[in-house]
């Protein structure tokens, strides 16, 4: 079995009121994540992924990589052990 782990990313720029968490979420159900990505009051987007640590990377280079709706600055990622259980991705 793989390790399932759980990525928290604080995604700067212009990420709000543009798409951003519904397309998040889109790449994260089509690479069988779950988690939620939320808006947060400064401006950033915080989006907490969890599953196996492939597809984890793969979400992080997505929003790394320039094709999201508006303007990623820059993402700033933190790993950890998955120990909470979650199901489905949302946005909040």
């Known amino acids: 079995m793989t390790a399932q ?9 212009r990420v709000q009121g543009v798409g951003f968490r519904w397309w998040t979420r889109a790449r994260a159900l089509e690479l ?6 939320k808006n ?3 401006g ?3 989006v907490v992924a969890q599953g196996p640590r492939s597809a984890c990377e ?4 997505l929003l790394r990589g320039g094709g999201t709706p508006g303007r990623v600055d820059t993402v ?3 790993w950890a ?6 199901s ?5």
């Open 5 to 13: 782990v759980r990525l928290t990313a604080w995604v700067h720029g």
């Open 32 to 37: 069988g994540l779950v988690g939620y990505a």
């Open 40 to 42: 947060q009051p400064d």
């Open 44 to 46: 950033r987007v915080l």
């Open 58 to 61: 793969s979400l992080l280079a």
């Open 76 to 78: 700033v990622a933190d």
């Open 81 to 86: 052990q998955d120990t909470t259980s979650v």
């Open 88 to 92: 489905g991705f949302t946005e909040r």
